[in-house]
């Protein structure tokens, strides 16, 4: 498909494990974000990434939030020693990145993630 | 810092009612604003967006005016349809072309036949 694509959608896991949640963007959006949305709250901004690098880290809560995008295109968020506070829906956006439309996001549907 | 806050829902409306889903915001430069919608099943898509003050954002009939002596952003609708029922984030992005989104809450509308 033609939208952005997140894997898994659904991932259960134990506390204390590593996670892995991917992220594939609109071909050409060179502009990617990742977000977290907890339940009945908005979506949270994690890490922004214009090309391969992460060009605002901020929003990252601690050292066990990590994110690439190697080759500019796929992004991989990976979450060390998960905790239950960790269980969210992880969202993945991309941008074409024209200044003109800047805040106008595509998302995928998310991850969720729920440790045990 | 900045922040957005919009109505709490849960909305429910009937069909052919009139919608306004209220959102103001902080924040110390000129954002642009923008109004997401959830649908059922689906991601966040785009509604509508306004970037500087008293431009008025519009789509699928909804409308919103930026409105920055009252720093507001409400989202408006004529009349409701049941395909209207989702979850509504209003939004706001700093200046500059990095357009990270701080959102509100969201309000789930629920629109009945």
């Known amino acids: 498909g033609a939208g952005v694509s997140q894997t898994p959608s659904n991932k259960v896991t134990e506390k204390g494990k590593y996670v892995e949640l991917r992220c594939d963007p609109i071909?050409?959006?060179?502009?990617l974000y990742w977000y977290r949305q907890s339940l009945g709250q908005g979506p949270e901004f994690l890490i922004y990434f214009q090309g391969t690098g992460a060009a605002d880290d901020s929003g990252l809560p601690n050292d066990r939030f990590f994110a690439v995008r190697p080759e500019g295109s796929v992004s991989t968020l990976k979450i060390q020693r998960t905790e239950r506070g960790d269980s969210a829906v992880y969202l993945c956006a991309s941008s074409p990145h024209n200044s003109g439309r800047a805040g106008e996001l595509f998302f995928g549907e998310g991850s969720r993630l729920t440790v045990l | 810092g900045d922040s957005v806050t919009q109505m709490e829902g849960p909305v429910t409306l009937s069909e052919e009612a009139f919608l306004t889903i209220n959102c103001t915001y902080t924040?110390?430069?000129?954002?642009?604003l923008f109004w997401y919608v959830q649908y059922p099943g689906e991601g966040l898509q785009l509604l509508l967006k306004a970037t500087k003050a008293d431009d008025k954002g519009s789509n699928k009939g909804f409308e919103a005016t930026y409105r920055k002596e009252t720093t507001s952003f409400h989202l408006e609708k004529g009349s409701v349809q049941v395909s209207d029922s989702a979850v509504y984030f209003c939004a706001l992005s700093e200046g500059g072309s990095q357009g990270n989104l701080i959102f509100g809450k969201g309000t789930k509308l629920s629109v009945k036949p």
């Open positions: 071909s050409g959006h060179t502009a």
């Open positions: 924040a110390t430069g000129y954002p642009s």
